[in-house]
């Protein structure tokens, strides 16, 4: 009790620093005694100048219990800041919250174009934690997997293991690596593979002349069980 009143009286003293107040709010989020003042110092920081300042802000209120649409909002605007930092935390504060709203996806979506990598894959990261059940979503890790930097492969590969083998070994083939990646895992989520996957696994990763083709076959074969791999080395 001692300590939440003394970071709120850093937080409403005026004449304290925004970084200090800051700090202070941030301090006050992770205990869980947030409130308005707490939400409005953050969000009002994404105006100040500094990128490190809007950076902490971001990050801070991905730490929230639970947001209103202000938070939401403010989130969602930083995504378009020049700063390539303060857009990534915001992706994934956007994702720790777990609030799938139709405009959070929309928001995330256009961020899997940015041209920075970290901020794509904080928008890649925070589309997974959003939930792998809504089609949108889903929809939107697809796309994600036409980016080369693209981490989405292990969850698709688990929403991919309901595909046929004959779909999941094309897919091994795919130009595009996040595509052999997610069918390399999804052929390993499968309950069951058939020896006649299994062999044509090892043969695209032994005499396949593409290399993306076999990269995605020798993932494939990574994570078959033990006793697979040894049946066919004999």
Same mark, same amino acid.
């Given at each position: 009790?001692?300590?939440?009143?003394?970071?709120?009286?850093?937080?409403?003293?005026?004449?304290?620093?925004?970084?200090?107040?800051?700090?202070?709010?941030?301090?006050?989020?992770?205990?869980?005694?947030?409130?308005?003042?707490?939400?409005e110092?953050?969000?009002?920081?994404?105006?100040?100048?500094?990128?490190?300042?809007?950076?902490?802000?971001?990050?801070?209120?991905?730490? $929230?219990?639970?947001?209103?649409?202000?938070?939401?909002?403010?989130?969602?605007?930083?995504?378009?800041?020049?700063?390539?930092?303060?857009?990534?935390?915001?992706?994934?504060?956007?994702?720790?919250?777990?609030?799938?709203?139709?405009?959070?996806?929309?928001?995330?979506?256009?961020t $899997?174009?940015?041209?920075?990598?970290?901020v794509? &894959?904080?928008?890649?990261?925070?589309?997974?934690?959003?939930?792998?059940?809504d089609?949108?979503?889903?929809?939107?890790?697809?796309?994600?997997l036409?980016?080369? &930097?693209?981490?989405?492969?292990?969850?698709?590969?688990?929403?991919?293991?309901?595909?046929?083998?004959?779909?999941?070994?094309?897919?091994?083939?795919?130009?595009?690596?996040?595509?052999?990646?997610?069918?390399?895992?999804? $052929?390993?989520?499968?309950?069951?593979?058939?020896?006649?996957?299994?062999?044509?696994?090892?043969? $695209?990763?032994?005499?396949?002349?593409?290399? &993306?083709?076999?990269?995605?076959? &020798?993932?494939?074969?990574?994570?078959l069980?033990?006793?697979?791999?040894?049946?066919?080395?004999?």
């Amino acid at each position: 009790i001692i300590v939440t009143e003394e970071l709120r009286a850093v937080l409403n003293d005026k004449s304290s620093s925004l970084q200090e107040r800051l700090l202070a709010a941030d301090a006050l989020v992770q205990l869980g005694k947030f409130d308005k003042t707490v939400i409005e110092t953050h969000t009002g920081a994404f105006e100040n100048e500094d990128n490190i300042v809007r950076q902490m802000s971001a990050t801070s209120l991905g730490k $929230l219990q639970k947001a209103d649409q202000t938070v939401i909002g403010a989130l969602i605007r930083s995504l378009q800041d020049e700063d390539h930092y303060v857009r990534k935390e915001s992706a994934i504060s956007l994702g720790r919250l777990g609030i799938a709203q139709k405009e959070v996806i929309e928001a995330l979506t256009r961020t $899997l174009e940015d041209k920075e990598y970290a901020v794509r &894959w904080g928008a890649a990261d925070a589309l997974i934690k959003l939930g792998k059940e809504d089609k949108t979503v889903i929809d939107a890790l697809i796309k994600a997997l036409k980016d080369p &930097w693209s981490q989405v492969g292990n969850t698709l590969g688990d929403i991919w293991k309901e595909k046929t083998d004959t779909e999941l070994l094309e897919y091994l083939k795919h130009p595009l690596s996040g595509y052999r990646i997610a069918a390399a895992y999804a $052929l390993a989520y499968k309950q069951t593979i058939s020896q006649e996957t299994v062999d044509e696994i090892i043969r $695209l990763k032994d005499t396949e002349k593409r290399p &993306w083709v076999r990269l995605g076959a &020798w993932k494939a074969y990574e994570l078959l069980p033990d006793s697979l791999k040894r049946g066919k080395n004999k």
